[in-house]
């Protein structure tokens, strides 16, 4: 899946890693020439390519990022009350993951992007990406909540 890069950092050896919009981190490496990335080399050759794309394997595997938090949840839906929005194609702003996490019952779980058709129960959560359309139906008597994810806030 594309996403943007929206900054740079580094690893323990000093190698560049971009920060991409999802919240994952990218070795971008220079090494003709099976890699050829020159501007990685430069501060100004790295500022020149925020907002350019790579391609994040990470997402396409629906991999929350590990240094993400929790920051809130949605109240506790059934099948009677879930949201009209819910079933049908939605998505999450850019760098907000979430958890749906089911309680009792069962939930269909469509992504269609990611070629993801389940269904969730107490035993199996959905990890939704951010920006990525998704839906959910329920199937039958159900009990869930959706649970938000973000990078945390540097300041705390």
């Not at 929206?6 to 890693?17: L, M, Q, V, W």
């Not at 070795?27 to 080399?41: D, K």
């Not at 929790?70 to 099948?79: D, G, I, N, R």
Request: proline share 7%; hydrophobic share 40%; net charge negative.
């Amino acid at each position: 899946m594309e996403r943007a890069i929206t900054g740079f950092g580094h690893d323990e050896e000093g190698g560049a890693i971009a920060i991409l919009s999802c919240g994952h981190p990218q070795h971008v490496r220079h090494n003709p020439p099976f890699i050829n990335r020159p501007w990685v080399m430069t501060e100004q050759g790295r500022s020149s390519m925020l907002g350019a794309t790579l391609d994040c394997v990470r997402c396409d595997r629906s991999e929350l990022p590990a240094s993400f938090i929790a920051y809130k949840k949605t109240p506790l839906f059934t099948e009677d009350t879930v949201p009209a929005g819910l079933k049908k194609d939605h998505s999450t702003k850019t760098g907000v993951w979430a958890k749906i996490i089911v309680s009792d019952g069962s939930l269909r779980y469509r992504v269609d992007a990611l070629l993801i058709d389940v269904e969730l129960s107490r035993d199996r959560i959905g990890v939704v990406v951010p920006e990525v359309l998704h839906s959910v139906e329920p199937l039958g008597r159900v009990r869930f909540l959706v649970e938000f994810y973000k990078m945390p806030d540097p300041e705390a």
